[in-house]
Each structure stands twice: as structure tokens, then as C-alpha cells.
């Protein structure tokens, strides 16, 4: 995995590799969303009914404002936007778009603070329950919006506004690479089965530009002493955008493969033999990752590429899953909880069966020699509360 010894090599002048806890995600039981920010956001400023809240990325110098709107103070997204936004500047351009069955908003914008130039980003949705609309708007230093703009864009993508948003393309990527309402036949062989299933055409240009942004993003962290949550977060992002995308190829594997199925796990063990007998190749680009609808393409993959796929598709069948990826080995496993015997990682009380997905033939429960040590990995869960 070059591209996770290059990140690493980086990691190792800060000297020691130390574990950190991550920051959680900012979430509201009111309005009911939620936002994973980047590492570093620092809450600054909240009024007390929660409808105003600023974050300062003290290093980034990025800053970010959260105003939720009553529902009978606004029309709509836009409109809520608008407001938001003519506050810094008269430099924007507000566009429309659907995300999460609601109209959203989004704009560029542009401006001047004590003759200090800035640009970012602005994005409106509508809450659920006619809760009202949430703004968020994040900006920096015009001299540095080139390198910090995907940071920005990435904190807006991560909004969530009901528990569905967590396995749905965030509402940036939404509107920068829609649905074509066009789909592509992909077939493929799996377990002795050529499945036939549906992409929409444009998912795998959409799920590599999220993950070259995430990628990118994550890079800034590389020699911060947050890397680790800045790493996990990475792959969190790129769960979430896939999910949904794999949902018709997720269903049409789990009806062929299930008649001939014992029982859950035997399901996943014809998979993760699947993904073993993929061809290995590392993706050419930044990220050297592959996205999951160009597997189904037929792409070559790496190891964080086939744990991925393996915990989405086991999400897919209601199972706990993890991926388990490691700075000594750069390496990733897929994991998930099941009653059959075979080595197991405890994260949070729970154990989950561990699965390598590069070495041939071996089935869950047995883990490579020399990566038994649970202390080289870091997991990185996809459970989501209601």
C-alpha cells in the first residue's frame, strides 16, 4: 500500500505514535442533524437556544457559522442563504438544487474584511418536521483558499439532517456531481454467480472526485498530532457516499447468493473470497484508492478498497461492521460481529471476526501471521445512532 506509506512517512516525524481521541460530531437533538467537521474546529461562539453556534480552525484559520432559521421566518433555502450570506458580502451566487427530497441551497462566495480579502462557501437545507432551515457558511483567507477550499467544502458535505443522510452522498457532492437518472448495466462473477446489476452513470465519477477531495483533506493532517481521527474520518466520508450508490448491487448479490446460503456469515465468506481473487492493483491517482463502483467495473483494488466494500455490503445486511486499518502494517482488514469461531479485535466491548481481504483462500477469523497484534490497528466503525 504505497499510498499509506507515503501518509505514514509523514506521520512519523511527529515522533511516537500516539492515540488520540477524535472530536466528536457536532449534533443536534432539536433540529435533529448533524456535522463531522475536519480535526481542529474549535467552538467559539453559541447563543443559548442552539441556533447560532461559530467554529474557529485555529491553525487552518478557517471559520465556520451555524444559524438555524424558524420555519416561519423564511420562505426557503435560498432565501435563508441569502441572508446568511449578504451579511459578509454582496459577492456570492446562490443556486438551487434537491438533496434528502428537500430544495437546498448553495453559493460561493466572495469579500473583504478590513481590506483582508476572503472567499468560501455557503450551503442551506431544510430540517426535517418543518423544523426550519439550517445555514452553514465557512471561509478563510483568500491567500489560502486554493489549499484550505476542500477542507470548507468537505465540513458542508458532512451535514446530515435525519438518520437516512448518514448512508447518502452529502449534500456538496450532491450538487457538484448529480444523479444522471441514467443507469449502467455491470455484470461481474462472484462465488460461481454472474451477477447482473445497476449503477447510476454517474456514480463512479462522483465517488472518486469525493474520495480525491477527502484525500486531500486528510493530507493536511499527516504531520498533526489529530491525524488519527483525520484518518478515520476519511474513511467514514467515504462510506457514506458509497452506500447508497451500491444499494441495487448490494440487493442483487444477496438475493443470488442466499438460497445457497447457511447462514449470514457464510454469505460473507463468498464475498470476501470475491474480493481476494480480485486483481490487486493500486489506483492511479493522489488517493490510490479505489472507488467501489469502479470495482464493480472490474477495476483492480487494493486492501482498504476491499474492506470498504466488504463493510458495505455487510452493512447492507444489518451487520456491525469495522474497517481496521494500520500505520505498522499499512494494511486494512474488514470486521464484523458474528458467532463463528476465529480471531477476533474488541472495540468497545464488542468482537468483531476479522477478514483479510488480499491473502487467498483464507476465510474470516484468520488474520495474515505477524498481524495478530490488535494494538497495530486502528477501527474505524460505521454504526450511526437513530
Given at each position: 500500500m504505497t499510498r499509506l506509506k507515503r501518509f505514514f512517512s509523514a506521520i512519523l516525524i511527529i515522533g511516537s505514535v500516539a492515540f488520540f481521541a477524535g472530536a466528536e460530531k457536532l449534533s443536534s437533538p432539536t433540529y435533529n442533524y448533524t456535522i463531522d467537521f475536519p480535526e481542529g474546529f474549535i467552538l467559539t461562539k453559541r447563543n443559548q437556544d442552539g441556533t447560532n453556534y461559530f467554529f474557529t480552525h485555529n491553525d487552518f484559520q478557517i471559520y465556520t457559522s451555524i444559524k438555524i432559521f424558524n420555519i416561519y421566518e423564511m420562505d426557503n433555502a435560498a432565501q435563508s442563504l441569502e441572508i446568511e450570506v449578504a451579511k459578509k458580502t454582496s459577492n456570492y451566487d446562490i443556486d438551487e438544487f434537491e438533496w434528502r427530497n428537500g430544495f437546498c441551497a448553495i453559493s460561493p462566495f466572495q469579500g473583504s474584511i478590513q481590506g483582508t480579502p476572503f472567499k468560501g462557501w455557503g450551503i442551506s437545507s431544510p430540517l426535517r418536521n418543518e423544523k426550519g432551515f439550517i445555514v452553514i457558511t465557512s471561509w478563510?483567507?483568500?491567500?489560502?483558499?486554493?489549499?484550505?477550499?476542500?477542507?470548507?467544502?468537505?465540513?458542508?458535505?458532512?451535514?446530515?439532517?435525519?438518520?437516512?443522510?448518514?448512508?447518502?452522498?452529502?449534500p456538496?457532492?450532491?450538487?457538484?456531481?448529480?444523479?444522471?437518472?441514467?443507469?449502467?448495466?455491470?455484470?461481474?462473477?462472484?462465488?460461481g454467480h454472474q451477477i447482473t446489476t445497476h449503477l447510476d452513470k454517474n456514480d463512479r465519477e462522483a465517488s472518486e472526485k469525493l474520495i480525491q477531495r477527502e484525500y486531500s483533506v486528510m493530507e493536511l493532517y499527516a504531520s498533526r498530532a489529530d491525524w488519527q481521527p483525520a484518518w478515520k474520518r476519511y474513511y467514514r466520508m467515504i462510506f457514506r457516499d458509497s452506500y447508497s450508490r451500491l444499494n441495487r448491487a448490494c440487493f442483487d448479490i444477496y438475493t443470488k447468493l442466499e438460497p445457497e446460503c447457511e447462514d449470514q456469515t457464510d454469505m460473507a465468506q463468498r464475498v470476501l473470497y470475491w474480493t481476494q481473487e480480485n486483481d490487486y492493483q493500486r489506483e492511479q491517482n493522489?488517493?490510490?484508492?479505489?472507488?467501489?463502483?469502479?470495482m464493480l467495473y472490474g477495476e483492480g483494488s487494493d486492501c482498504d478498497s476491499r474492506s470498504m466494500f466488504l463493510s458495505v455490503f455487510l452493512h447492507h445486511m444489518n451487520l456491525d461492521t469495522v474497517i481496521f486499518i494500520s500505520a505498522k502494517h499499512s494494511h486494512a482488514m474488514a470486521g464484523f460481529i458474528s458467532d463463528h469461531p476465529g480471531r477476533t479485535f474488541n472495540v468497545n466491548g464488542k468482537k468483531y471476526l476479522m477478514g483479510e481481504t488480499t491473502s487467498?483462500?483464507?476465510?474470516?477469523?484468520?488474520?495474515?501471521?505477524?498481524?495478530?497484534?490488535?494494538g497495530d490497528w486502528i477501527p474505524v466503525s460505521f454504526e450511526y445512532g437513530e
Open positions: 478563510c483567507d483568500a491567500r489560502n483558499f486554493e489549499k484550505l477550499e476542500n477542507v470548507i467544502l468537505s465540513g458542508l458535505d458532512s451535514l446530515t439532517i435525519d438518520y437516512i443522510s448518514n448512508f447518502q452522498s452529502g456538496v457532492s450532491t450538487y457538484h456531481c448529480p444523479k444522471a437518472e441514467e443507469d449502467v448495466e455491470v455484470s461481474f462473477e462472484l462465488d493522489d488517493a490510490d484508492f479505489t472507488s467501489l463502483p469502479a487467498k483462500g483464507l476465510t474470516w477469523g484468520k488474520v495474515a501471521q505477524g498481524m495478530e497484534n490488535q
